[in-house]
């Protein structure tokens, strides 16, 4: 046998659960003299969550546009897919892009558009995709997002939560193995917050998406990582306190004055007695 196939190619060692998926080794980042990012390290594994948590203007939203490559750090190394993200051109950016889904907080729908015609945009406009197959999956991610009636209906018709879930499908589209959310919850009651939390957490536990979620709400943050989604025989999705083990899936990480001053799970981060941490949490 040849043992250069016997061995696992890159590609299938990153599709394996715990494969890093994500990686920021030693970013740095200023704008002019004021220094956002000192130095930032994560590591975000398939399947897992990175809740970044920090104060507004500490540089969160700055790390996703890093490592989506929309911004070019000053230093340091970023992986997405075993890729060098910071050194690759606009071209090789391509295919990274294509496996992340970005919810960012402007991240507005068409207003013009249907939500059909918004949630399928880029597969009906850019892709080429054949319009019966582009239909299918239209459909397919709006009912895994509980609002298939809604397909006709122009975003002014939804509530603010919907139109944030209808901003989710589209994302998941293109079946990306990586969401980004930035402060998707933000601005939402928590009633409605919760429902934006319950997509989050069934695109993580049904469909093994790994998941940076940015925000301040630590309520958000606290019941997407101690939550879990479970199918049951009939396909009924319920969301139910996540196992130990779960939890543990879930990485916070809290920015600071450029570093990060907290990592840990939520177990950890509720038993923190760093009064940085104790006046954010309270
Ligand atoms: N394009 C830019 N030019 C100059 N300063 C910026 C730019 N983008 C962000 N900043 C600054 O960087 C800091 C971090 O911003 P950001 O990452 O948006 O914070 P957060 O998302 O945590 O609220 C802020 O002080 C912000 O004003
Ligand atoms: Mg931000």
């Known amino acids: 046998m040849d043992p250069l196939n016997a061995s696992p190619s890159a590609e299938a060692l990153l599709d394996a659960p715990g494969a890093p998926v994500v990686v920021l080794d030693d970013v740095q980042l200023a704008f002019d003299e004021k220094v956002v990012l000192r130095r930032v390290s994560f590591t975000l594994l398939r399947g897992h969550t990175t809740?970044?948590?920090?104060?507004?203007?500490?540089?969160?939203?700055?790390?996703?546009?890093?490592?989506?490559?929309?911004?070019?750090?000053?230093?340091?190394?970023?992986?997405?897919?075993?890729?060098?993200?910071?050194?690759?051109s606009e071209q090789e950016l391509m295919p990274v892009?294509?496996?992340?889904?970005?919810?960012?907080?402007?991240?507005?729908?068409?207003?013009?558009?249907?939500?059909?015609?918004?949630?399928?945009?880029?597969?009906?406009?850019?892709?080429?995709?054949?319009?019966?197959?582009?239909?299918?999956?239209?459909?397919?991610?709006?009912?895994?997002?509980?609002?298939?009636?809604?397909?006709?209906?122009?975003?002014?018709?939804?509530?603010?939560?919907?139109?944030?879930?209808?901003?989710?499908?589209?994302?998941?589209?293109?079946?990306?193995k990586i969401m980004l959310y930035d402060e998707a919850t933000t601005g939402l009651d928590p009633i409605t917050a919760t429902t934006v939390d319950d997509e989050i957490i069934k695109l993580r536990d049904l469909e093994s998406v790994s998941s940076i979620v940015v925000t301040h709400q630590l309520r958000d943050a606290f019941y997407v990582a101690e939550r879990m989604a479970v199918r049951d025989p009939d396909g009924r999705v319920r969301i139910v306190p996540a196992d130990p083990e779960k939890v543990r899936q879930t990485a916070f990480i809290m920015l600071k004055d450029g570093l990060i001053c907290f990592e840990g799970d939520a177990d950890a981060l509720r038993a923190s007695t760093d009064p940085y941490l104790r006046t954010f949490l309270s």
């Open 51 to 88: 809740i970044i948590l920090g104060a507004s203007g500490s540089g969160k939203s700055t790390i996703l546009k890093i490592l989506t490559g929309l911004l070019p750090s000053d230093g340091g190394a970023v992986w997405v897919n075993g890729a060098r993200v910071d050194q690759l």
């Open 97 to 176: 892009r294509g496996d992340l889904g970005m919810i960012f907080q402007e991240g507005a729908l068409f207003d013009s558009l249907t939500v059909r015609e918004n949630v399928g945009y880029k597969l009906y406009e850019e892709l080429h995709v054949p319009i019966d197959e582009a239909d299918r999956r239209v459909e397919e991610v709006l009912g895994f997002i509980g609002l298939a009636e809604h397909i006709d209906k122009m975003p002014s018709e939804l509530s603010g939560g919907q139109r944030r879930r209808v901003a989710i499908a589209r994302a998941m589209a293109f079946r990306p």
